[in-house]
């Protein structure tokens, strides 16, 4: 990763391993790995100090009676930043989760009806619930891909054209502005082929100009090869929305402006 960015010309680059969550699960670090993640990330930090400068994060799950110290937890590891997302929509009555991520459209759907009896709109309302809690409470640095609740749904449950959708995003909208967030434009969904528009869409990004929320660009990279996809359709995309700015971290949240 860290010599795909040096090759790609980067100044910044973070990492922000998935961190660990109280239950077994293939794609976040598990706890005893996490000392070695720090560890790794300093002696690269070291390593490569003439050539970049490189940062520690971790993205955090943020789950309804599960997963809520996360301020606690980045205290701890000593990070230089922290992303918080949701994944696994839960009501407060319920045990069960609905994995809204993921390469499998048919867990979506499976878990829709396991979860929420198919009640796409209690699901959706239930997942921006969650993630206004998350800004909330946590008032993470970056706020992770805020409508990935969209991807698997493709226009088959709802549009987001839907009057109650608006509502919903707009509120996380707000709630993001108002905590001093930064909101994440993330290019993953786009470049992978699993979502025909970035997250957020479109026409959140000039929203959130109109509101002059702070965005940064982020390519959820999982292996190497995808440092930079998308990054430049990103800033283009920004600037064509009316943000004047792009935030980034050296050490400290700056401003880019964009020309």
Same mark, same amino acid.
């Given at each position: 990763?860290?010599?795909?960015?040096?090759?790609?010309?980067?100044?910044?680059?973070?990492?922000?391993?998935?961190?660990?969550?109280?239950?077994?699960?293939?794609?976040?670090?598990?706890?005893?790995?996490?000392?070695?993640?720090?560890?790794? *990330?300093?002696?690269?930090?070291?390593?490569?100090?003439?050539?970049?400068?490189?940062?520690?994060?971790?993205?955090?799950?943020?789950?309804?009676?599960?997963?809520?110290?996360?301020?606690?937890?980045?205290?701890?590891?000593?990070?230089?930043?922290?992303?918080?997302?949701?994944?696994?929509?839960?009501?407060?009555?319920?045990?069960?989760?609905?994995?809204?991520?993921?390469?499998?459209?048919?867990?979506?759907?499976?878990?829709?009806?396991?979860?929420?009896?198919?009640?796409?709109?209690?699901?959706?309302? *239930?997942?921006?619930?969650?993630?206004?809690?998350?800004?909330?409470?946590?008032?993470?640095?970056?706020?992770?891909?805020?409508?990935?609740?969209?991807?698997?749904?493709?226009?088959?449950?709802?549009?987001? *054209?839907?009057?109650?959708?608006?509502?919903?995003?707009?509120? *996380?909208?707000?709630?993001?502005?108002?905590?001093?967030?930064?909101?994440?434009?993330?290019?993953?969904?786009?470049?992978?082929?699993?979502?025909?528009?970035?997250?957020?869409?479109?026409?959140?990004?000039?929203?959130?100009?109109?509101?002059?929320?702070?965005?940064?660009?982020?390519?959820?990279?999982?292996?190497?090869?995808?440092?930079?996809?998308?990054?430049?359709?990103?800033?283009?995309?920004?600037?064509?929305?009316?943000?004047?700015?792009?935030?980034?971290?050296?050490?400290?949240?700056?401003?880019?402006?964009?020309?």
């Amino acid at each position: 990763m860290v010599l795909a960015a040096i090759n790609k010309g980067m100044d910044y680059f973070g990492f922000s391993a998935h961190a660990p969550v109280p239950f077994n699960d293939n794609f976040a670090l598990q706890k005893e790995d996490v000392n070695k993640y720090l560890t790794e *990330t300093e002696r690269l930090k070291e390593k490569y100090k003439d050539h970049i400068q490189l940062f520690t994060s971790m993205e955090f799950d943020y789950i309804t009676d599960i997963m809520e110290d996360v301020n606690k937890q980045a205290k701890d590891y000593g990070l230089d930043y922290i992303i918080a997302s949701v994944h696994m929509v839960k009501e407060k009555s319920s045990k069960l989760m609905w994995f809204i991520d993921g390469s499998k459209q048919e867990i979506y759907d499976k878990q829709l009806q396991e979860v929420f009896d198919g009640d796409i709109r209690r699901g959706v309302e *239930t997942f921006y619930d969650q993630t206004i809690r998350m800004i909330n409470n946590v008032r993470p640095d970056i706020v992770g891909h805020l409508d990935k609740i969209k991807m698997h749904n493709k226009d088959r449950y709802f549009k987001q *054209t839907e009057s109650w959708y608006i509502d919903l995003v707009m509120e *996380t909208l707000y709630a993001i502005k108002e905590n001093d967030c930064i909101c994440e434009l993330n290019t993953r969904g786009l470049y992978k082929g699993r979502s025909d528009d970035f997250f957020p869409s479109t026409q959140w990004i000039k929203a959130a100009a109109e509101m002059n929320l702070k965005m940064t660009v982020s390519t959820d990279c999982h292996n190497a090869t995808e440092v930079d996809s998308l990054f430049d359709k990103a800033i283009e995309i920004l600037k064509e929305s009316g943000h004047k700015y792009v935030w980034y971290f050296d050490g400290q949240w700056k401003a880019e402006k964009l020309t």
